[in-house]
């Protein structure tokens, strides 16, 4: 049903009625077509990302890659359903697509440097194990994601948005509360250290302990293997950015300070021989 302005009467009341009635009759069926194919379509998408995570398994995909893809599928084609229900209700869609490609490309880059660092942490830390079972791979695949998941809970904890010496000073200006090297390993272990880890050892590490230019981090080894062969995790020193390296390629003479990961397993004698220390106060 059409409506216009035509004859229309400004002092009687029934025309703003009839004018009311009539813009709801022919907006309503818009209305409910778009819902239909909002509803319609957002079902249709969870399916079809959940039957490709289906053949993603049965084909050994990489969980981290898959989850990734999965939910990549899932943002388009919702996406697509949204500009649908736009151009049903009959909105001109040219300055939209810009808008919604911006919001969508905004959620999904960070989404995508998260699952880039998790990947690269995990294939990084997989190259501990000589031999790579299923098992090591989903514990990889854990501690790399959690590992990340702290790091990014830490800065945003610390608002870390400066070169971490810059920062350092804040601290001591009491513009910051916390953001130390030592408090990204403090939150490193309250996150990853209640956790059973069967085929890592997780330790808190320093250099130049009681110096001016101390640091801690933790370090990542293969279960049975020391300080000396691992990863170490530095959420400090790139500042908001997670940053890892092997320990053989790193120039800070790291330190065992404590063994931080709960596990039924007993710890390498070299790490379970350590002596385990109160908690720091003050590092630089």
């Known amino acids: 049903m059409n409506f216009s302005l035509e004859g229309f009467d400004y002092t009687d009341i029934n025309s703003y009625y009839e004018l009311l009635i009539g813009a709801s009759l022919s907006i309503l069926p818009k209305i ?26 049965n ?19 919702r996406a697509l359903v949204i500009l649908a229900v736009i151009w ?18 905004a959620k999904l880059l960070p989404n995508l440097e998260f699952w880039t660092y998790v990947f690269r942490l995990k294939q990084d830390i997989l190259n501990l194990h000589e031999i790579k079972t299923n098992n090591i791979k989903n514990e990889a695949d854990l501690l790399a994601r959690e590992t990340i998941l702290s790091l990014y809970k830490s800065s945003r904890e610390f608002k870390i ?24 390993v403090e939150n490193l272990k309250r996150d990853l250290g ?9 330790a ?9 230019r101390e640091h801690n981090t933790l370090a990542i080894a293969k279960k049975g293997e020391t300080i000396e062969n691992s990863i170490i995790v530095d959420g400090w020193r790139n500042g908001s950015k997670p940053f890892w390296i092997r320990r ?13 990961n709960n596990s039924a397993h007993k710890a390498p004698s070299s790490l379970s021989a350590a002596p385990q220390k109160a908690p720091k106060t003050e590092a630089p």
């Open 194 to 202: 209640s956790q059973n880890w069967n085929f890592f050892t997780l």
């Open 59 to 77: 084909q050994g995909f990489d969980p981290t890659v898959e989850n990734f893809l999965v939910n990549l599928l899932r943002y388009i084609l």
């Open 88 to 105: 049903i209700l009959w909105v001109q869609t040219s300055s939209f697509v810009a808008l919604i490609a911006a919001a969508g490309f």
């Open 204 to 212: 808190w590490v320093e250099a130049y302990s009681g110096k001016y």
């Open 32 to 57: 409910i077509w778009a819902i239909l194919v909002f509803w319609i379509g957002f079902k249709v998408a969870h399916g079809i990302s959940q039957w490709l995570r289906k053949i993603f398994n």
């Open 248 to 260: 053989e390629d790193d120039h800070y003479p790291w330190k065992l300070y404590q063994v931080i």
């Open 161 to 184: 948005k400066s070169w971490p010496l810059l920062h350092n000073t804040f601290i001591k200006l009491s513009k910051n509360a916390r953001g130390y090297c030592y408090h990204y």
